[in-house]
Protein backbone atom coordinates (compact mmCIF):
# COMPACT_ATOMS: atom_id res chain seq x y z
CA UNK A 1 0.00 0.00 0.00
CA UNK A 2 1.22 3.38 -1.21
CA UNK A 3 1.59 5.84 1.66
CA UNK A 4 3.04 9.46 1.88
CA UNK A 5 4.58 9.58 5.25
CA UNK A 6 5.95 13.35 6.46
CA UNK A 7 7.99 13.45 9.51
CA UNK A 8 8.74 16.65 11.36
CA UNK A 9 9.48 18.19 8.61
CA UNK A 10 10.78 22.11 8.56
CA UNK A 11 11.09 24.26 5.36
CA UNK A 12 12.72 27.66 4.70
CA UNK A 13 12.23 30.37 1.84
CA UNK A 14 14.98 32.77 1.60
CA UNK A 15 15.76 32.10 4.75
CA UNK A 16 12.91 32.08 6.56
CA UNK A 17 11.66 28.99 8.24
CA UNK A 18 7.85 28.83 7.14
CA UNK A 19 7.41 24.91 7.98
CA UNK A 20 8.27 24.25 11.72
CA UNK A 21 7.79 20.66 12.59
CA UNK A 22 4.76 19.16 10.44
CA UNK A 23 3.88 15.41 10.61
CA UNK A 24 1.83 13.83 8.13
CA UNK A 25 0.56 10.67 6.79
CA UNK A 26 -1.42 9.93 4.00
CA UNK A 27 -2.37 6.21 3.29
CA UNK A 28 -3.82 4.95 0.00
CA UNK A 29 -7.27 5.91 -1.49
CA UNK A 30 -7.63 8.15 1.89
CA UNK A 31 -8.50 11.95 1.00
CA UNK A 32 -7.38 14.90 3.15
CA UNK A 33 -8.72 17.83 3.43
CA UNK A 34 -5.79 20.75 4.51
CA UNK A 35 -7.45 23.97 5.92
CA UNK A 36 -5.65 27.10 7.48
CA UNK A 37 -5.39 30.79 6.93
CA UNK A 38 -3.33 32.73 4.28
CA UNK A 39 0.36 32.78 4.40
CA UNK A 40 0.74 29.95 7.53
CA UNK A 41 2.26 27.09 5.00
CA UNK A 42 -0.34 25.09 3.15
CA UNK A 43 1.32 25.70 -0.42
CA UNK A 44 4.82 25.54 1.15
CA UNK A 45 4.19 22.15 2.33
CA UNK A 46 2.58 21.21 -1.22
CA UNK A 47 5.58 22.86 -3.36
CA UNK A 48 7.83 20.64 -0.94
CA UNK A 49 6.57 17.39 -0.97
CA UNK A 50 6.61 18.07 -5.03
CA UNK A 51 10.44 19.12 -5.00
CA UNK A 52 10.20 22.98 -5.74
CA UNK A 53 13.81 24.19 -5.75
CA UNK A 54 12.75 27.34 -4.02
CA UNK A 55 11.52 25.88 -0.84
CA UNK A 56 14.69 24.44 0.84
CA UNK A 57 14.13 21.65 3.19
CA UNK A 58 16.17 22.10 6.58
CA UNK A 59 15.06 18.82 8.33
CA UNK A 60 12.54 16.02 8.63
CA UNK A 61 11.91 13.41 6.08
CA UNK A 62 9.58 13.19 3.03
CA UNK A 63 8.41 9.51 2.15
CA UNK A 64 6.12 8.44 -0.72
CA UNK A 65 6.09 4.41 -1.35
CA UNK A 66 8.51 3.64 1.15
CA UNK A 67 11.16 5.68 -0.95
CA UNK A 68 12.93 8.82 -0.01
CA UNK A 69 11.30 12.21 -2.21
CA UNK A 70 13.72 13.85 -0.94
CA UNK A 71 16.52 12.52 -2.50
CA UNK A 72 14.61 12.67 -5.86
CA UNK A 73 14.70 15.35 -8.61
CA UNK A 74 11.18 16.63 -9.18
CA UNK A 75 10.44 14.95 -12.59
CA UNK A 76 11.40 11.31 -10.92
CA UNK A 77 8.97 12.56 -8.18
CA UNK A 78 6.12 12.81 -10.92
CA UNK A 79 7.08 9.74 -12.44
CA UNK A 80 6.51 7.84 -8.49
CA UNK A 81 2.76 8.79 -9.28
CA UNK A 82 2.92 12.45 -7.73
CA UNK A 83 1.25 15.15 -8.94
CA UNK A 84 0.28 18.62 -7.97
CA UNK A 85 -2.77 20.96 -9.19
CA UNK A 86 -1.46 24.29 -9.05
CA UNK A 87 -3.03 27.30 -7.96
CA UNK A 88 -1.55 29.63 -10.19
CA UNK A 89 -1.20 27.42 -13.71
CA UNK A 90 1.59 28.88 -15.49
CA UNK A 91 1.56 29.27 -19.03
CA UNK A 92 3.88 27.95 -21.33
CA UNK A 93 3.75 29.20 -25.25
CA UNK A 94 4.83 27.32 -27.89
CA UNK A 95 3.97 23.68 -26.00
CA UNK A 96 0.58 22.32 -27.07
CA UNK A 97 -1.45 20.43 -24.23
CA UNK A 98 -0.93 17.35 -26.21
CA UNK A 99 2.81 17.63 -27.08
CA UNK A 100 2.77 18.04 -23.17
CA UNK A 101 0.45 15.43 -21.81
CA UNK A 102 1.88 12.73 -24.44
CA UNK A 103 5.49 12.99 -23.68
CA UNK A 104 4.66 12.93 -19.63
CA UNK A 105 2.78 9.82 -20.51
CA UNK A 106 5.52 8.55 -22.19
CA UNK A 107 8.20 8.82 -19.54
CA UNK A 108 6.00 6.67 -17.40
CA UNK A 109 5.64 3.85 -19.73
CA UNK A 110 8.33 1.19 -21.16
CA UNK A 111 7.06 1.78 -24.98
CA UNK A 112 4.97 5.00 -25.78
CA UNK A 113 1.56 5.50 -26.05
CA UNK A 114 0.16 4.52 -29.42
CA UNK A 115 -1.19 7.53 -31.57
CA UNK A 116 -4.49 6.47 -31.75
CA UNK A 117 -4.75 5.25 -28.32
CA UNK A 118 -3.67 8.60 -26.91
CA UNK A 119 -6.22 10.63 -29.11
CA UNK A 120 -8.87 8.70 -27.98
CA UNK A 121 -7.99 8.85 -24.24
CA UNK A 122 -7.51 12.45 -24.53
CA UNK A 123 -11.03 13.57 -26.47
CA UNK A 124 -12.92 11.42 -23.65
CA UNK A 125 -11.08 13.08 -21.20
CA UNK A 126 -11.29 16.86 -22.62
CA UNK A 127 -15.12 16.18 -23.44
CA UNK A 128 -15.31 14.37 -19.38
CA UNK A 129 -13.99 17.85 -18.36
CA UNK A 130 -16.09 19.53 -20.65
CA UNK A 131 -13.51 21.38 -22.03
CA UNK A 132 -13.42 23.11 -25.34
CA UNK A 133 -12.54 20.57 -28.45
CA UNK A 134 -9.09 22.25 -29.75
CA UNK A 135 -8.17 22.26 -26.47
CA UNK A 136 -5.12 19.28 -27.13
CA UNK A 137 -3.93 21.81 -29.86
CA UNK A 138 -3.85 25.04 -27.63
CA UNK A 139 -0.58 26.25 -26.14
CA UNK A 140 -0.08 24.64 -22.29
CA UNK A 141 -2.75 27.38 -20.46
CA UNK A 142 -1.78 30.30 -23.12
CA UNK A 143 -4.54 32.80 -23.36
CA UNK A 144 -7.15 30.72 -20.65
CA UNK A 145 -9.70 31.94 -18.37
CA UNK A 146 -8.71 31.21 -14.75
CA UNK A 147 -11.25 28.07 -14.39
CA UNK A 148 -10.08 27.06 -17.87
CA UNK A 149 -6.74 26.99 -16.35
CA UNK A 150 -7.85 24.85 -13.28
CA UNK A 151 -9.62 22.24 -15.18
CA UNK A 152 -6.52 21.71 -17.44
CA UNK A 153 -4.79 20.74 -14.26
CA UNK A 154 -7.91 17.99 -14.28
CA UNK A 155 -7.44 17.04 -17.36
CA UNK A 156 -3.53 16.40 -17.23
CA UNK A 157 -4.38 14.66 -13.34
CA UNK A 158 -6.71 12.02 -15.45
CA UNK A 159 -4.65 11.67 -18.07
CA UNK A 160 -1.44 10.98 -15.87
CA UNK A 161 -3.54 8.83 -13.34
CA UNK A 162 -1.17 9.43 -10.40
CA UNK A 163 -1.38 7.41 -7.23
CA UNK A 164 -1.27 11.17 -5.25
CA UNK A 165 -2.83 13.88 -6.19
CA UNK A 166 -2.07 17.15 -4.11
CA UNK A 167 -4.63 19.79 -5.52
CA UNK A 168 -4.09 23.36 -4.04
CA UNK A 169 -7.31 25.76 -3.98
CA UNK A 170 -8.12 24.19 -7.54
CA UNK A 171 -11.83 24.81 -6.97
CA UNK A 172 -11.14 28.95 -6.83
CA UNK A 173 -11.99 30.55 -10.15
CA UNK A 174 -14.35 28.08 -10.88
CA UNK A 175 -18.19 28.41 -11.06
CA UNK A 176 -20.63 26.61 -9.78
CA UNK A 177 -20.94 24.13 -12.78
CA UNK A 178 -17.44 23.21 -13.07
CA UNK A 179 -16.45 22.81 -9.42
CA UNK A 180 -19.17 20.08 -9.97
CA UNK A 181 -17.61 18.65 -13.01
CA UNK A 182 -14.16 18.62 -11.07
CA UNK A 183 -15.26 16.99 -8.03
CA UNK A 184 -17.25 14.40 -10.22
CA UNK A 185 -14.02 13.68 -12.30
CA UNK A 186 -11.77 13.39 -9.18
CA UNK A 187 -14.28 11.32 -7.60
CA UNK A 188 -14.54 8.84 -10.43
CA UNK A 189 -10.51 8.76 -10.67
CA UNK A 190 -10.20 7.62 -7.10
CA UNK A 191 -13.29 5.04 -7.72
CA UNK A 192 -11.16 3.11 -10.71
CA UNK A 193 -7.28 3.81 -9.20
CA UNK A 194 -7.49 4.47 -5.39
CA UNK A 195 -5.69 7.66 -6.36
CA UNK A 196 -4.60 9.31 -2.47
CA UNK A 197 -5.80 12.95 -2.53
CA UNK A 198 -4.57 16.32 -0.35
CA UNK A 199 -6.81 19.17 -1.16
CA UNK A 200 -6.14 22.68 -0.17
CA UNK A 201 -9.06 24.98 0.02
CA UNK A 202 -11.15 27.26 2.25
CA UNK A 203 -14.68 26.19 1.44
CA UNK A 204 -16.52 23.64 2.86
CA UNK A 205 -19.17 23.25 -0.40
CA UNK A 206 -15.78 21.79 -2.32
CA UNK A 207 -15.44 19.30 0.23
CA UNK A 208 -18.64 18.34 0.54
CA UNK A 209 -18.62 17.25 -2.94
CA UNK A 210 -14.96 14.79 -2.53
CA UNK A 211 -15.92 14.30 0.77
CA UNK A 212 -12.42 13.81 2.81
CA UNK A 213 -12.00 11.26 5.65
CA UNK A 214 -9.35 13.85 7.34
CA UNK A 215 -9.09 16.99 8.03
CA UNK A 216 -5.92 18.84 8.99
CA UNK A 217 -5.78 22.36 10.13
CA UNK A 218 -2.13 24.07 9.19
CA UNK A 219 -1.38 27.24 11.67
CA UNK A 220 2.02 28.71 11.74
CA UNK A 221 3.99 26.02 9.68
CA UNK A 222 2.33 23.11 11.82
CA UNK A 223 -0.46 21.14 12.01
CA UNK A 224 -2.19 22.10 15.60
CA UNK A 225 -5.54 20.11 15.19
CA UNK A 226 -6.44 17.20 12.88
CA UNK A 227 -10.13 15.15 12.37
CA UNK A 228 -13.15 14.64 10.88
CA UNK A 229 -15.06 16.57 8.32
CA UNK A 230 -16.80 18.29 10.89
CA UNK A 231 -14.14 20.16 11.79
CA UNK A 232 -14.34 21.59 8.37
CA UNK A 233 -17.83 22.56 9.18
CA UNK A 234 -17.17 24.13 12.25
CA UNK A 235 -14.35 26.73 10.57
CA UNK A 236 -16.98 27.47 7.71
CA UNK A 237 -19.62 28.66 10.56
CA UNK A 238 -16.82 30.03 12.79
CA UNK A 239 -13.90 30.96 10.94
CA UNK A 240 -10.81 30.03 13.20
CA UNK A 241 -10.78 32.01 16.29
CA UNK A 242 -12.13 28.78 17.91
CA UNK A 243 -8.57 27.28 16.92
CA UNK A 244 -6.49 29.71 18.38
CA UNK A 245 -8.68 30.06 21.77
CA UNK A 246 -8.55 25.89 22.27
CA UNK A 247 -5.23 25.21 21.20
CA UNK A 248 -3.39 28.46 22.48
CA UNK A 249 -2.06 29.26 18.79
CA UNK A 250 -1.41 32.44 17.07
CA UNK A 251 -1.58 32.61 12.85
CA UNK A 252 1.67 33.62 11.08
CA UNK A 253 1.60 37.16 9.20
CA UNK A 254 -0.96 37.30 7.07
CA UNK A 255 0.91 38.01 4.00
CA UNK A 256 0.45 35.46 1.19
CA UNK A 257 3.06 32.47 1.07
CA UNK A 258 5.53 32.52 -1.67
CA UNK A 259 4.23 30.72 -4.56
CA UNK A 260 5.87 27.94 -7.00
CA UNK A 261 6.12 29.60 -9.69
CA UNK A 262 6.66 26.49 -12.11
CA UNK A 263 4.03 24.55 -13.50
CA UNK A 264 5.24 20.93 -12.02
CA UNK A 265 1.82 19.46 -12.17
CA UNK A 266 3.43 17.07 -14.72
CA UNK A 267 7.25 17.94 -14.40
CA UNK A 268 8.37 14.76 -15.79
CA UNK A 269 7.97 16.40 -19.20
CA UNK A 270 10.89 18.90 -18.00
CA UNK A 271 13.24 17.41 -21.11
CA UNK A 272 11.24 15.31 -23.12
CA UNK A 273 8.51 17.41 -24.27
CA UNK A 274 11.40 19.08 -26.52
CA UNK A 275 12.71 15.92 -27.97
CA UNK A 276 9.05 14.64 -28.29
CA UNK A 277 9.13 12.08 -31.85
CA UNK A 278 5.53 12.05 -33.54
CA UNK A 279 4.57 8.16 -34.00
Same mark, same amino acid.
Given at each position: %?????????????? =?????????????? &?????????????????????????? +???? =????? +???????? %???????????? $?? %??????????????????????? *????????????????TINDLQMKE???????????? =??????????? %??????? $?????????? $?????????????? &?? *????????????? +????????????????????????? =?????????????????????????????????????????? *???????? *??
Amino acid at each position: %MKSLVIKDLHVSVE =GKEILKGLNLTVNE &NEVHALMGPNGNGKSTLLAAIMGDPK +YEVT =GGSIE +YDGKNLLE %MPVNERSVAGVF $LA %MQYPQEIPGVTNSDFLRAAINVR *RETPISLFSFIKSMEKTINDLQMKEDLAHRFLNEGFS =GGEKKRNEIVQ %MEMLRPS $LSMLDEIDSG $LDVDALHVVADELN &NL *RKETGMSVIAVSH +YERFYELIQPEFTHVLIDGRIVVSG =GPEIAAKIDQEGYDWIYKEYNVQPASKAEEKRPSLSIGACAV *RESVKGQT *RQ
